[in-house]
């Protein structure tokens, strides 16, 4: 019975996304649905190629076309918050603020940019750790206004693994393109790296944390699945992305230290303590390693 009543219910929402309204939009050149169906179509296929250890997709017109997508839909979704009600319109809002900034530095990482100024990269690393903020801020209130805890608390557990995104944004504002240049110098595919596995697989994430909000919303699934949703797809896109990452391009070919001045600090100083206790490459190293990885198990 028990796995009836699962497969019942999983052919219900396959049955209630099949009937969402595709092509709803708040202009004729914003088909929010149809734009977010091509952003995780295409993401996915980017996705793909990455964590097989290839940049093909993303060098290509796949990526383009994501972020043109993907844009588009967050943008769209931004005008139709209205559509949520009061009480979810501001975090809709929110989130597609926070999602121009992701594919933006999914675009500013990319190999090959030209700068397009510093008060640009400022202003989007800072919309970064506001989105993030704003998020975690109007969970709290969602719970002060009766919502269940439960929603409240998976958004916050995923808004604390975003918050990782903004460390490198937040260096780019702090040190300029000369700090870009050095690191890569030093790290041979960094800047494409840095695109694909951190800021196009979060992007993607994200876009379908907010779909799935968007399922709560209409009721399609529980207050628990979309909490699971939120916290779950944050969790596990930064463990998979961080661990794939280093199986395929690890130092000297691009690092996943989370702080990474540029040239490096002095031995012995506060600056190298903080990046060897920041460097994701060295827990990724030791789940490898446990976990028997070929190249590092015999280390």
Not at 23 to 32: A, K, W
Request: glycine content about 10%; aromatic content about 10%.
């Amino acid at each position: 019975r028990r796995a009836m009543g699962e497969k019942a219910n999983r052919t219900r929402i396959g049955a209630a996304i099949v009937r969402l309204k595709w092509t709803s939009m708040p202009t004729r050149i914003l088909p929010h649905g149809a734009l977010g169906l091509i952003g995780l179509s295409s993401g996915a296929l980017i996705l793909g190629f990455v964590m097989a250890g290839s940049f093909a997709a993303s060098r290509s017109v796949l990526l383009p076309i994501y972020l043109a997508a993907q844009t588009g839909s967050a943008v769209a979704g931004g005008l139709m918050a209205h559509r949520a009600g009061k009480k979810y319109e501001r975090i809709f809002r929110i989130t597609a603020c926070f999602q121009l900034c992701l594919l933006y530095h999914a675009w500013r990482f990319h190999e090959g940019r030209s700068p397009p100024g510093r008060i640009i990269d400022v202003a989007f690393a800072m919309g970064t750790v506001f989105g993030i903020s704003a998020m975690a801020v109007e969970a709290i209130l969602l719970t002060k206004g009766g919502e269940n805890p439960v929603l409240a608390g998976g958004i916050l557990v995923g808004c604390m693994a975003l918050l990782l995104l903004a460390g490198y944004p937040l260096e780019l504002a702090l040190w300029g393109e000369g700090w870009w240049t050095c690191v890569q110098s030093q790290y041979s595919v960094q800047a494409i790296a840095m695109s694909s596995y951190i800021y196009v697989s979060a992007s993607w994430a994200f876009s379908l944390m907010v779909f799935g909000a968007t399922l709560f919303i209409r009721k399609v699934v529980s207050v628990v699945s979309c909490a699971a949703c939120f916290a779950g797809l944050a969790l596990t896109t930064l463990v998979a992305t961080v661990i794939m990452q280093e199986v395929h391009y690890p130092a000297p070919a691009s690092t996943q230290q989370l702080f990474l001045p540029c040239p490096a600090p002095a031995p012995g100083s506060f600056a190298a303590w903080a990046v060897d206790a920041l460097d994701t490459s060295a827990l990724a190293q030791s789940v490898l390693r446990a976990a028997g990885h070929p190249r590092l198990s015999a280390a």
